[in-house]
């Protein structure tokens, strides 16, 4: 079982940067591939970016490719999203997702662990 509270969104101007943190706690974190997803109202929830198990390999979404950067510090059971250059297209819940693989992957449903989300809102 893993426990996953994110942080750090807020209401922002465009062409503003913002920095999300997901803490875990549970089990090993270092075990599982995380990811962070968003949801804007009426529509499905979107891979924005996925970190293996050590960090050593990332996936963005196309959408943020270039201004968003995923990290994660085993040793303090987070994981980061720096968002840059924000656009009012970027206004969603963001949710921290942990899956049961080592591996990345952008399928919604290989995660077995959610956050309760962070609001993220950029206006224009």
């Known amino acids: 079982q893993v426990q996953l509270v994110e942080s750090g969104g807020g209401l922002v101007q465009a062409g503003d940067s913002l920095r999300l943190s997901c803490s875990a706690s549970g089990r090993r974190f270092s075990d599982y591939a995380m990811a962070w997803f968003r949801q804007a109202p009426g529509k499905e929830r979107e891979f924005v970016a996925g970190i293996n198990w050590g960090g050593g390999s990332v996936a963005y979404g196309d959408s943020v490719k270039g201004r968003f950067i995923i990290s994660r510090d085993n040793a303090r059971n987070t994981v980061y999203l720096q968002m840059n250059s924000l656009t009012s297209e970027d206004t969603a819940v963001y949710y921290c997702?942990?899956?049961?693989?080592?591996?990345?992957?952008?399928?919604?449903?290989?995660?077995?662990?959610w956050g309760q989300g962070t609001q993220v809102t950029v206006s224009s």
């Open positions: 997702a942990a899956s049961g693989l080592i591996r990345i992957t952008r399928n919604v449903n290989e995660y077995s662990y």
